[in-house]
């Protein structure tokens, strides 16, 4: 029987590690193909990892409270055994015979590899099936761990599916305009072993880059910058001249996520430098090559943005009476220091106003049946979306990022607004997509799914990722109203709190009207207060008009 170890899968955009809440598995289980083997705690998630093998479970290199990195090695699988029976080994005591044809993994020696028919794995919650869109390789292809086999564009996105090992493809199973079903047989795989050593090309034996002391690029105007200083002894790579490919391109160690980028903004994997271990490539090594190779000649530099504040030494407490001390949560650390670059970081200016809601109330209140029967729930926060969602669009400054690395503004066609939700774990941010196309019952429904998988802890990476604005509602809490922290690399943040009667002048005489305080937190390096308050005040007319809705499309 063939083993296959099975490392840590690529976890998404900037997530490196995460910590093993549970260990489903143990040495003699038998697995099927896309069963969680692990529960693993991330930023803000936690995700089920699956097994991209069917067999028996040899060796568990993790357990519950361990923090397990991209690429590490989780488990050891036989496949195609039994829990009850060990596979019986070829006898060592005479040499085996030279194979006729590809072995079968029942047959093939432990040295010579095995075999791996390679299923297509879970795509996520009712996922069931895609649309091939590439097939990214051919029969003889030799392939590295995670390196993507396919594009699959399921119902809202086209995703690579990458290579669970490291070997030669043996067979190619789906074409490109093809539907493919979770679990259907996508290749099958030689795994990496001396054959695949001969007859790789030398250039796949070894890395395809030498290390290098990269730099590191921030994700953002707002990231963690480098603390190493750029190695002097590897300026930036100069383009290779154009020749005519002779044989397979080079592999390179690199995750589909950084495949991706690559492709997007016309980088050469095969040019750029990793940082990581065995030179492995990342993200941000990509957007400093990028940078690199586009920046124009660097002037005088300015000061470096602070990648953080000394940590407060704290006394010892246990001198005044008795303490009790517990870890921080993944979600609540990663919480501390994105708000704490975001204080230091960012120049910000909080401006106040309210908006009499008493009309809007009415009319939420007449149609909130309509949306119920539609899924959804119509509150003052779906209301709020939309729009803030046309105020983008109004306002493009509010929309933008700043990339003080390279002196940009950098302003975004789209409009992604994320919503802040309160959870047993902390504050999470999902993100709702293409806001501005939505009308009021969709945003409803979608918004309450994604509070729904955000408390129940099934919300993943990505639907945290690629917000231009934030909302936060405390108006079901209480309170008169805060100053709210921008979540990087947006540029503001809308602060709700409730909503209350109050006596309003109007027309001469006092009146009880709904009012609803609103605060604005921007980002002064892009924003003048001036801009803040008008971008404000706009919220709170078309809130006491809704047919400002209309007139704004």
């Not at 998404?12 to 143990?26: H, K, L």
């Not at 105020?391 to 789209?414: C, H, I, T």
């Not at 009207?513 to 078309?542: E, K, Y």
Request: net charge negative.
């Amino acid at each position: 029987m063939a083993s296959v170890e099975f490392h840590l899968p690529d976890l998404g955009e900037n997530i490196e590690s995460g910590d093993v809440v549970s260990v489903r598995v143990a040495p003699g289980d038998t697995l099927v193909q896309d069963q969680p083997v692990i529960e693993l705690e991330t930023d803000k998630a936690v995700i089920e990892v699956p097994s991209p093998v069917s067999g028996v479970v040899r060796q568990v290199h993790v357990k519950a409270g361990d923090k397990a990195k991209v690429g590490q090695l989780v488990l050891t699988v036989e496949e195609g055994g039994s829990a009850g029976t060990a596979p019986t080994p070829a006898p060592v005591s005479e040499p085996a015979p030279a194979p006729a044809a590809v072995p079968s993994p029942a047959a093939a020696p432990a040295a010579s590899g095995g075999l791996t028919e390679f299923r297509l794995p879970d795509l996520g919650e009712n996922i069931e099936s895609g649309d091939v869109v590439h097939v990214l390789v051919t029969a003889g292809d030799t392939v590295v761990q995670d390196q993507p086999l396919i594009e699959l564009e399921t119902d809202k996105a086209v995703v690579e599916v990458p290579s669970p090992v490291a070997g030669v493809i043996r067979e190619v199973h789906v074409r490109a305009g093809e539907k493919a079903k979770v679990g259907q047989l996508i290749a099958t795989v030689e795994a990496a072993d001396a054959a695949t050593v001969a007859t790789a090309p030398p250039a796949t034996t070894a890395a395809p880059v030498p290390p290098a002391a990269a730099m590191p690029a921030a994700e953002a105007a707002i990231s963690v910058p480098p603390t190493a200083t750029a190695d002097s002894a590897h300026p930036a790579p100069e383009p290779p001249a154009p020749a005519a490919p002779t044989g397979p391109r080079p592999l390179v160690p690199a995750a589909p996520s950084v495949r991706r980028l690559a492709r997007e903004i016309g980088v050469d994997l095969t040019q750029v430098p990793g940082s990581g271990p065995g030179g492995r490539i990342s993200e941000a090594d990509v957007k400093e090559f990028a940078r690199r190779q586009s920046a124009p000649p660097p002037i005088a530099a300015g000061p470096a943005m602070t990648a953080g504040v000394p940590a407060l030494e704290l006394p010892d407490f246990a001198k005044w009476g008795p303490v009790e001390r517990q870890p921080m949560s993944k979600v609540r650390r990663i919480t501390a220091e994105r708000l704490t670059q975001a204080w230091t970081n960012i120049p910000q200016v909080t401006v106040f106003d309210h908006a009499d809601v008493t009309a809007l109330e009415q009319w939420r209140k007449e149609n909130g049946k309509r949306v119920e029967a539609a899924g959804g729930k119509l509150t003052p926060t779906v209301i709020l979306l939309k729009v803030v969602a046309i105020a983008l669009r109004r306002f493009p400054d509010f929309n933008a990022s700043v990339d003080m690395a390279r002196g940009e503004l950098v302003y975004k066609q789209y409009c992604h607004v994320g919503v802040a939700v309160d959870t047993d774990r902390g504050l999470l941010v999902p993100v709702i997509r293409e806001v501005d196309r939505k009308n009021l019952i969709q945003l409803a429904a979608e918004l309450s799914q994604i509070a729904e998988k955000a408390r129940s802890r099934k919300l993943t990476p990505e639907e945290m990722q690629g917000g231009c604005f934030t909302v936060s509602n405390l108006g079901g809490i209480g309170g008169l109203g805060f100053t709210p922290i921008i979540n990087p690399p947006e540029v503001a943040i809308l602060g709700v709190a409730r909503a209350a009667l109050q006596p309003v002048y109007q027309d001469g005489e006092l009146r009880p009207r709904l009012m609803m305080p609103l605060s604005l937190t921007f980002d002064h390096r892009l924003i003048d207060g001036a801009s803040g308050a008008r971008f404000l005040r706009w919220l709170a007319q078309v809130l006491e008009n809704p047919f400002h809705l209309l007139l704004e499309g």
